[in-house]
């Protein structure tokens, strides 16, 4: 099972348990080969010149949506060279800062925003992301300055913000949970049209007056382009008895991630709308790949 980010994010650790529970239902080891880099398309790109014989899997984010957005050279294509198996669950964005900055909400930190004269400095898991280009779209409404900060994946952008390397970052809501609890990263804004009761604290940014400003990461498993349809189903139904178990169901739960669990054909639905979606907010946004 690729997976396009290092070890410790979100993406990693939802990949390991189903790798782990499709090991023992298989009765034999389905090993996790973390290929991160450049918006997930390292990872994505092994995976498309895969053979489509159920043997590679990839466990990826709606990140692999906007790819053929950002990147106009890219060596596949990620809608036809992949075929969608099933989205697992998906996970609320929150913007998070290093508390260092002395502002503990929305009007106080575009205040501070405002203040830096080189501008503040936006984290993100990757070029391409959904943090990325969540970041950007918050630029553009909120009309501050910000300079992205690129790392190869979640891990290493909240070592950075622990330290107060980077000044903040949208990050998956489970990946900083813990972080925010603890007092070590604080929590500006849930980019979610409702509170998580993971942190039933943090306000969303509509209720902050930033309207209608939502941002999320879906999480779901694909394996490489014309995979038999009775492979893939076989793969899904037992993706999705995995993830309904009250064991797995409970640990999404408390990353923060809303269990999804959709069929092959309801998925490939999905990823096509999202594709146009983030398409139109790259086009809106701005957003570069540097």
């Not at 529970?21 to 996790?32: D, E, M």
């Not at 949506?65 to 050279?73: E, G, R």
């Not at 779209?137 to 330290?163: C, E, Q, R, S, W």
């Amino acid at each position: 099972m690729v997976v396009p980010y290092p070890p410790g994010g979100a993406t990693d650790v939802i990949g390991r348990m189903i790798a782990d529970k499709l090991g023992t239902k298989w009765g034999q080891a389905v090993v996790v080969d973390n290929r991160a880099g450049a918006g997930t398309t390292v990872g994505a790109e092994n995976v498309a010149k895969s053979a489509p014989d159920g043997y590679t899997l990839f466990e990826t984010t709606a990140t692999h949506t906007i790819s053929a957005s950002l990147y106009p050279k890219l060596n596949y294509d990620p809608i036809k060279d992949f075929t969608p198996i099933t989205l697992t669950a998906t996970i609320p964005l929150v913007l998070v800062t290093t508390p260092k900055i002395p502002a503990k909400n929305l009007d106080e930190l575009l205040k501070w925003i405002k203040a830096q004269p080189g501008g503040a400095s936006m984290g993100s898991p990757g070029n391409g992301s959904v943090q990325h280009l969540t970041g950007e779209l918050f630029k553009t409404k909120a009309g501050v300055n910000t300079v992205h900060v690129p790392y190869k994946g979640a891990a290493p952008m909240i070592t950075d913000l622990l330290g107060g390397q980077v000044d903040m970052a949208f990050a998956t809501l489970s990946e900083v949970t813990s972080y925010i609890k603890a007092g070590k990263l604080h929590a500006i804004g849930l980019a979610h049209d409702k509170r998580m009761s993971a942190v039933p604290d943090v306000s969303t940014f509509t209720e902050q007056g930033m309207k209608g400003f939502v941002g999320a990461t879906w999480f779901g498993t694909f394996a490489p382009a014309k995979l038999p349809v009775e492979l893939r189903d076989r793969i899904y139904k037992d993706i999705q008895a995995i993830v309904a178990t009250p064991e797995i169901t409970k640990k999404l739960e408390e990353m923060g991630a809303e269990v999804n669990n959709l069929a092959p054909q309801d998925f490939s639905k999905l990823i096509d709308a999202e594709a146009k979606r983030w398409a139109e907010a790259v086009k809106i946004s701005g957003a570069k790949v540097e």
